[in-house]
């Protein structure tokens, strides 16, 4: 279980964030909140409940004087898990290599 802080300052962050941050960089930067605690408010503001109707691709979030694109929030996470993925094994990828299969040559050569 993640240690999120309880206290009644830390809570009115959590459920009001946008009366006391104003871009997703000021989540990130915020020293009084946790990792779990900024993905929180970083997913909230993500949420199509936000989206603005005519434009997806931005939030507007209540308590905000400005939309929030999208695109920032979502760079924001992005960096918040780039932060914390030094236990995480290694990515998979890169191109497919095919195993040659000894007896192919053989087909191929009428054996």
Do not use: Q
């Amino acid at each position: 279980m993640t240690n999120v802080n309880t206290n009644s300052d830390n809570l009115n962050l959590l459920f009001h964030p946008a009366a006391h941050y104003g871009s997703p960089a000021d989540v990130l930067n915020a020293e009084e909140l946790s990792a779990p605690e900024k993905r929180i408010i970083l997913s909230s503001w993500a949420s199509d409940m936000y989206a603005v109707e005519s434009c997806p691709a931005l939030r507007e979030v209540p308590g905000m004087s400005h939309t929030v694109r999208l695109a920032d929030i979502l760079a924001a996470l992005r960096r918040l898990d780039s932060d914390n993925d030094d236990d995480d094994p290694p990515r998979g990828g890169g191109v497919p290599m095919r195993l040659r299969r000894p007896w192919a040559a053989a087909e191929r050569h009428g054996a």
